[in-house]
């Protein structure tokens, strides 16, 4: 017993240390794009953020779950080249936080200007991917006069209601968007990655459970606060709220099975020409990190207009 127990602890340590250098390979990749870890203190919230790069300004808004070293760093080197990036971490993900009492898409808006201002950025471009998508399509509509061009990825905007929602949880046996995106279990983590990755690599459960310690054990009731006013998001007042006018870029994994591709099509047709849709074959929800070389080469050339 006194065997198996030592080995355990080694495995832990050893998932501990591979966590470790996986977080120090993107940060590693991050730096070497130019960007530079920043603090922002502001009226709303605590914000950690990234910020480097030359050239038109771009925010990258992560989506739900880890923070934006896990979601962006094969964007920021080829990005970074051409823009100046903004790189934050949602409020209540990865570093960002906030004793606003609200747990909104207005309050994460508000937090991607007060990163914009910091930087001394007025107008920049806005790329979001799911919850960031909804975060960048509301900054689009509430701040239209901070905001350029419009990348959604792998989200649906005001196309999305309440009978989607339900197909949503019917979909993956779940009763509230809670139990599929805050896993109370660390097994329960491999389905999360399978959204995503089309070839999930076997991860063993000590694995799990440190990546579960890791991430879904901070500000749990915040962030299921913000999965309830997204289902508020998603309801008939959002019928109500205008269009973004700005020139939009789709982007959508042909296998999603969060936002379904044809919600994408469903969207593209609200937007009334003022949209394009990219399909990324074989790619499921979030191509940034599946496919980023098709992501990279889609996006690119829509922010160079």
């Not at 340590?13 to 966590?19: F, G, P, R, T, V």
């Not at 730096?31 to 950690?48: F, I, K, Y």
């Not at 389905?191 to 879904?216: K, N, S, W, Y």
Request: charge should be negative; include cysteine.
């Amino acid at each position: 017993m006194r065997s198996f127990l030592a080995l355990f602890a080694l495995l832990s340590l050893a998932a501990c240390d591979l966590a470790a250098v996986d977080r120090q390979r993107r940060q590693a990749r991050f730096e070497a794009a130019g960007l530079v870890s920043t603090r922002v203190e502001g009226p709303c919230c605590s914000m950690q953020s990234w910020v480097g790069g030359q050239g038109t300004p771009v925010m990258l808004i992560q989506g739900f779950g880890g923070d934006a070293l896990v979601q962006w760093d094969r964007q920021v080197e080829p990005f970074s080249r051409e823009h100046t990036l903004l790189v934050p971490d949602l409020v209540f993900f990865g570093g960002s936080t906030s004793s606003d009492p609200r747990r909104s898409l207005a309050l994460q808006a508000e937090a991607m200007l007060q990163v914009a201002d910091a930087a001394g950025v007025d107008r920049f471009d806005v790329v979001g991917v799911s919850y960031g998508g909804l975060v960048a399509w509301w900054l689009a509509v509430t701040f239209p006069e901070r905001i350029g061009r419009l990348v959604l990825v792998d989200s649906p905007g005001t196309a999305f209601g309440p009978a989607d929602l339900q197909a949503l949880l019917d979909r993956h046996g779940v009763a509230s968007p809670q139990a599929l995106l805050l896993p109370e279990r660390p097994e329960q983590i491999r389905d999360l990655i399978a959204l995503v990755e089309p070839h999930p690599p076997p991860l063993p459960g000590f694995i799990l459970r440190d990546v579960h310690a890791a991430i879904f054990q901070d500000q749990v009731a915040e962030k299921s606060a913000l999965l309830d006013d997204l289902v508020s998001f998603m309801g008939p007042a959002a019928q109500d709220l205008p269009l973004p006018q700005q020139p939009t870029l789709l982007v959508w994994g042909s296998g999603d099975r969060v936002f379904p591709v044809e919600i994408a099509h469903r969207l593209e047709g609200m937007l009334q020409g003022r949209a394009q849709l990219v399909v990324i074959d074989g790619a499921l929800h979030g191509p940034n990190v599946s496919h980023p070389e098709q992501f990279n080469a889609a996006v690119l050339p829509f922010l160079r207009r």
